[in-house]
């Protein structure tokens, strides 16, 4: 369903681009906002697609959730604080893998390490980016301590660059 809308998106793209190219003047402001608005509706599309794409790599969400949930309960379980912490450093990974941005966030406030949390926090920003959580991705990646750090994965983010 959404293939059809992209496609559709795409056509009327080509329709209102095509007159503007033809143009031997500049582009008028009518067409120009016209194709700025057609651009917003086609990003969100995408969105939508990359969303469903993750979901759909992932197998259903609902189980993967139910999944993350009790592995956090085996993890607030545990007696050993480096064991506990070990743990929580695996699951927002995981979390932000499965598209859940808000279990990813929490479960990252609660690693104690400044220097684990910050790697997680970069790499938890790239997998939520890759999964569709673009806006999170930005947040996280903006909250990074390290300049340098944040500045990469806001970098990544810009240009789709999410294999790390």
């Known amino acids: 369903m959404h293939r059809v809308g992209l496609v559709g998106g795409l056509v009327t ?4 681009a095509a007159p503007a190219a033809a143009q031997t003047g500049p582009i008028q402001p009518a067409d120009f906002n016209e194709l ?3 651009v917003r509706n086609l ?3 995408v969105q939508d697609l990359q969303r469903e794409v993750a979901r759909l790599e992932g197998g259903s969400a609902a189980p993967a959730k139910a999944a993350l949930a009790a592995r956090l309960a085996a993890a607030e379980a545990l007696n050993s604080t480096t ?3 070990a743990a929580f450093a695996a699951l927002c990974v995981d979390a932000a ?3 859940d941005a808000k279990a990813a966030k929490d479960i990252l406030a609660r690693l104690t390490s400044t220097s684990v949390a910050q790697e997680r926090t970069y790499k938890v920003a790239l ?4 999964a569709g959580q673009v806006e999170e991705a930005v947040t996280l990646a903006k909250s990074l301590n390290s300049t ?3 500045q990469k994965a806001l970098a990544k983010i ?3 660059e999410l294999d790390d």
């Open 158 to 160: 810009a240009k789709g």
């Open 83 to 85: 064991e506990q912490q």
């Open 36 to 38: 700025k608005v057609e």
């Open 97 to 99: 893998r499965a598209g």
């Open 148 to 150: 340098t750090q944040s």
């Open 127 to 130: 997998l939520l980016a890759r």
């Open 43 to 45: 990003r969100r599309q």
């Open 13 to 16: 793209l080509a329709l209102l």
